[in-house]
T-cell receptor, first 117, second 112 residues
């Protein structure tokens, strides 16, 4: 069964350092998302990506965040200068099209746990 | 007002019990509704989509009331393995897109 893969599974970093989280979405999917989940809290939308550009982003997704699709498979989230409050699980998700573009299941990766010290 | 609201629980029920979860959403232009399941420290996984006519999958029944902006999930004959957090997900209109937006989840604990 096709799956979304994420690396690393866990990263520990010092405050102020740059972090890149990587995702390989399902190959024929067109819509890509990053979510984060702070421990004990809800899954929060960060950004969506379609047709090689950001389609929507949340208030959380400020200037320290960026996303790229550097090749046909990888989808990355970069945090330029990490803060303590960036500690969270970051989930990548992808979605194909199922009839209408607004429907369709999200497929999640297993997540990358980021710990900022 | 939060876009997607759920009672966080926990719901603590014995095996075999029937339990119901509710979810409300604030944006009437929302399309597509889902229930996901999340086990501790794992990724969310789709449990079922929710259709206007209501739908059933084995022990699970989902219903949508667009007029009241309300979604429900009913679990019959609860199993120990049903213990998890159940996430209500609504595709909320944002600009030109629809963003899958999560409720905070309802925790279910099924005990022997």
């Amino acid at each position: 069964e096709p799956e979304v893969t994420q690396t690393p599974s866990h990263q520990v970093t010092q405050m102020g350092q740059e972090v890149i989280l990587r995702c390989v979405p399902i190959s024929n999917h067109l819509y890509f998302y990053w979510y984060r989940q702070i421990l004990g809290q809800k899954v929060e939308f960060l950004v969506s990506f379609y047709n090689n550009e950001i389609s929507e982003k949340s208030e959380i997704f400020d200037d320290q965040f960026s996303v790229e699709r550097p090749d046909g498979s990888n989808f990355t989230l970069k945090i330029r200068s990490t803060k303590l409050e960036d500690s969270a699980m970051y989930f990548c998700a992808s979605r194909g099209t199922s009839g209408f573009a607004n429907t369709g299941e999200l497929f999640f990766g297993e997540g990358s746990r980021l710990t900022v010290l | 007002r939060k876009e997607v609201e759920q009672d966080p629980g926990p719901f603590n029920v014995p095996e075999g019990a029937t339990v119901a979860f509710n979810c409300t959403y604030s944006n009437s232009a929302s399309q597509s509704f889902f229930w996901y399941r999340q086990d501790c420290r794992k990724e969310p996984k789709l449990l079922m989509s929710v259709y206007s006519s209501g739908n059933e999958d084995g022990r699970f029944t989902a219903q949508l009331n667009r007029a009241s902006q309300y979604i429900s999930l009913l679990i019959r004959d609860s199993k120990l393995s049903d213990s998890a957090t159940y996430l209500c997900v609504v595709n909320v209109r944002s600009g030109g897109s629809y963003i899958p937006t999560f409720g905070r989840g309802t925790s279910l604990i099924v005990h022997p």
